[in-house]
Nanobody
Framework: QGQLVESGGGLVQPGGSLRLSCAAS????????MGWFRQAPGKEREIVSG????????YYVDSVKGRFTISRDNADNRVYLQMNSLKPEDTAVYYC???????????????????WGQGTQVTVSS
C-alpha cells in the first residue's frame, strides 16, 4: 500500500515561513492529483491547496492566496507547500493527500482523495 509522510511543521511566529514536504512511497505521484488539507481543533478538515498531476494547474483557498505556494517534483516523488506570512489562524494539523487522477482536475473535497499522510502540526504563535 502507498504511504504519504509529511514533514516540516513546527512553531513559528506570525509573519514567519515554513515549508511542508510530503514524501510518497509505494505510489508514483506522477499519476496523482495532490492536495494539502488542514484541520484545526473543533473544525472540519479543509483543503488549503491542490495541484494537478502535471503541476500545470493549482488551486488555493482564498484565505491563503498570495501567501502559500504548492509545487511538486514527480521525479523525486514529493509535493511541497511553501507557507509565507503565516497567521495565527493558519494553526492546524496539515495533511497531504493523493487522488489517482491524470487530467487537469483538482478535487477539493476530502472524500475525493484515496491516500492520506499522518499529518504535521503547524503552530503560529508569538
Amino acid at each position: 500500500q502507498g504511504q504519504l509522510v509529511e514533514s516540516g511543521g513546527g512553531l513559528v511566529q506570525p509573519g514567519g515561513s515554513l515549508r511542508l514536504s510530503c514524501a510518497a512511497s509505494g505510489l508514483t505521484l506522477a499519476n496523482y492529483a495532490m492536495g494539502w488539507f488542514r484541520q484545526a481543533p473543533g473544525k472540519e478538515r479543509e483543503i488549503v491547496s491542490g495541484i494537478s498531476w502535471s503541476g500545470l494547474n493549482t488551486y488555493y483557498v482564498d484565505s491563503v492566496k498570495g501567501r502559500f505556494t504548492i509545487s511538486r517534483d514527480n521525479a523525486d516523488n514529493r509535493v511541497y507547500l511553501q507557507m509565507n506570512s503565516l497567521k495565527p489562524e493558519d494553526t492546524a494539523v496539515y495533511y497531504c493527500a493523493a487522488r489517482l487522477l491524470i487530467d487537469t482536475t483538482i478535487p477539493t473535497g476530502a472524500g475525493s482523495y484515496d491516500h492520506w499522510g499522518q499529518g504535521t502540526q503547524v503552530t503560529v504563535s508569538s
